[in-house]
């Protein structure tokens, strides 16, 4: 591979693992057993059936797990720990493949590492506010687009680099912008969580209790109203 393409697959793993990190893996895999790509010394094991099997497996968990209201929720807290370094291993892993030295196979550790958390916290806190919704299909369009992002991110970055550089870069320019906006949105599905749990267990009367049902959907309507707040106004 040249050196652009190198660099371009080693930006998407990073940043596609922060998302799916096991689909990552498998397209990982999946090209370098084909012949389409030559993986790295480090990241050869990738195309190693037991590894590949083992991605399918816990792809299949996850493609499952993403799409169930809540559950999705507890397994993106809980690949906090392991989409993010693991990204940061594949960056550093891939930069091998450009023969530099230890010290820039360590930037590439903390860049892929710093790609996979921006990518995994956005996909974390959308798919809370996508969660106040009543219905599923938010989620499982959500799910099924961010499995259809990763895939192509990472064949793009592979057949067309300069392409997805841009991308990713106008990809990380939103996020930018859109990061403080989730922030803000999630304190406020926490807050409404914790005021509709206090109001369960400390009842203000009847009006309260004779219409629960209400209640929740006021705290919904405050959740979609406050999100869209100006942030030059803050509370």
Request: no cysteine; net charge negative; hydrophobic share 50%.
């Amino acid at each position: 591979m040249e050196t652009v393409e190198l660099i371009s697959l080693t930006l998407g793993v990073a940043w596609a693992s922060g998302i799916n990190l096991y689909a990552a893996v498998l397209v990982l895999g999946y090209l370098g057993m084909t012949g389409d790509i030559t993986l790295p010394p480090g990241l050869t094991l990738l195309s190693d059936p037991l590894v590949m099997l083992a991605a399918g497996f816990m792809y299949m968990v996850e493609f499952f797990a993403d799409k169930t209201p809540g559950v999705d929720t507890g397994w993106d807290a809980l690949h906090t720990f392991i989409r993010i370094p693991a990204g940061a291993v594949l960056a550093a892993g891939m930069a091998q493949g450009l023969e530099v030295s230890q010290a820039a196979e360590f930037a590439a550790l903390l860049i892929g590492g710093g790609l996979a958390a921006t990518s995994h916290l956005t996909k974390t806190g959308t798919r809370v506010l996508i969660n106040t919704s009543p219905e599923p299909f938010s989620n499982w369009t959500a799910s099924i687009t961010e499995d259809l992002v990763v895939i192509g991110g990472l064949w793009a970055s592979l057949h067309y680099p300069w392409l997805f550089i841009t991308g990713l870069v106008l990809t990380l320019l939103l996020t930018i912008w859109l990061l403080p906006r989730l922030w803000r949105a999630l304190k406020r599905v926490f807050r409404a969580i914790g005021e509709f749990f206090s109001r369960k267990q400390h009842p203000t009367g009847a009006m309260d209790s004779a219409h629960p049902v209400a209640g929740r959907q006021d705290i919904l309507r405050r959740l979609y109203h406050d999100a869209g707040k100006d942030p030059k106004h803050p509370e």
